[in-house]
């Protein structure tokens, strides 16, 4: 009854009081919300009542607390025959693992996403911050999942069941270091295959299994093309994935690359030391200049660039304002909030939640008379501790 964790998030605002975090207020954007205890049987009947209605459920916990509470696809699908019923755990449904919890930390760590990103804190790996990936992740696929059953029901009449994990998205993101090749093993494989065990029985330090670990077989002919450079002042990101870019990158810089020459293999042993020897000329020309400079110059000759920039810098980026992109509304408690708009834009529908999150139980109330219960009988519900919201006299 105390409402998603992410609400008293160390990202809070506003009152410490009113437990409204950064976090809750950026993803819940056009919600409403009622108040539920569902450990008491009046609870759980006003979920049943609202599955009458419904479309979609969608659900995060343990495998076994659904039925626990009276919630599972079985339940709810008996109530409602055409139900789309999806379903987020952490570990999937099957196997030893499958009744743990989990987060957003456990599968970095658990999927090596964490190992893979290389960062160490103090001796150990570094979570990556600013974004829980494999969370947002899932709630892609959450969506995917939802909108492809909906249109299965549109054209069948039937309901489902949907099932994603954390576990399931963290190793889909993962899919370019994770597709194991026997015949053609990278670098971090072989260390994997033949060498962990053994490193792990002699407890090296992790820094020291790291360094194994990012041994980088990616080949270095492409690495003066696709990378980040110092500049005089800034930094700034190439990005040419292409030889057409690359050349177009070259000529711009003058870095007189003999890899566009006819016949030149740049695979080979010569090619890779030229490769090493044009990034390390490309270093030094780069710091010689601003990051302006150097912008300008590769943008005129048609090659992909950026300086570096913070997320927060974002807020107020005009390409991003021009495109829609950052959006403003009013939050009751945090005032005006500026945060991501849609992903897409659609033509003749709108995509913009155009209120903010809601605060714990604001809509109880509403939503109740809504799907049919009067006013005594919300003011019941409320007496009883199964629902918690503030009476909307003109329900």
């Known amino acids: 009854p105390w409402g998603d964790p992410w609400r008293g998030s160390p990202t809070r605002v506003g009152p410490a009081e009113a437990k409204e975090s950064r976090g ?25 009542r609202l599955v009458s209605q419904a479309d979609v459920v969608i659900m995060n916990h343990r495998p076994d607390v659904p039925v626990k509470l009276g919630i599972d696809y079985d339940t709810l699908s008996a109530i409602k025959p055409d139900l789309v019923f999806c379903e987020i755990t952490a570990f999937g449904r099957s196997g030893p693992e499958s009744a743990k919890p989990g987060y957003d930390i456990i599968m970095q760590a658990r999927t090596g996403l964490m190992a893979t990103n290389g960062m160490i804190d103090e001796g150990v790996p570094r979570v990556i911050r600013g ?37 399931s998205n963290a190793l889909y993101i993962q899919t370019l270091p994770l597709t194991y090749v026997p015949s053609s093993p990278s670098a971090q494989s072989r ?30 002919a492409y690495r003066p093309y696709y990378r980040t450079f110092q500049t005089k ?18 000529d711009a810089m003058g870095l007189a ?100 999150s809601p605060m714990l139980g604001e809509h109880t109330s509403d939503v109740l008379s809504e799907i049919g219960y009067s006013v005594s009988e919300i003011k019941s519900l409320i007496e009883s501790g199964a629902v918690s919201g503030i009476v909307n006299p003109d329900a």
Request: glycine share 8%; charged share 25%; net charge negative.
């Open 131 to 167: 974004t829980p990936p494999i969370d947002f992740a899932a709630g892609y696929a959450v969506c995917q999942g939802v909108l492809a059953a909906l249109f299965h029901r549109e054209r069948t009449g039937r309901g489902q069941k949907i099932e994603t994990s954390l576990l």
């Open 257 to 356: 690359d003999p890899r566009f020459e006819l016949g030149y293999d740049p695979q080979s042993e010569e090619g890779l030391e030229s490769a090493r020897q044009i990034a390390l000329k490309a270093e030094g020309m780069f710091l010689e200049q601003p990051a302006a400079y150097w912008v300008e110059l590769l943008e005129g000759a048609g090659v992909p660039v950026t300086p570096l920039k913070f997320v927060e810098e974002m807020v107020f980026d005009e390409q991003a304002i021009a495109n829609g992109m950052i959006v403003e509304h009013k939050h009751p408690v945090a005032g005006i909030v500026r945060t991501a708009g849609p992903i897409f834009k659609m033509s003749d529908s709108p995509t913009a939640a155009d209120t903010s």
């Open 191 to 220: 260390m994997v295959i033949e060498d962990l065990p053994a490193v792990r029985e002699a407890g090296l330090p992790y820094p020291d299994v790291n360094a194994l670990y990012q041994q980088d077989d990616r080949s270095p």
């Open 233 to 250: 002042d800034w930094v700034i990101a190439v990005g040419c994935l292409s030889e057409p870019l690359r050349k177009k990158m070259s």
């Open 24 to 48: 809750f207020i950026a993803v819940n954007r056009g919600k409403r919300s009622i108040r539920l205890d569902l450990t008491k049987p009046e609870g759980v009947k006003v979920v049943h």
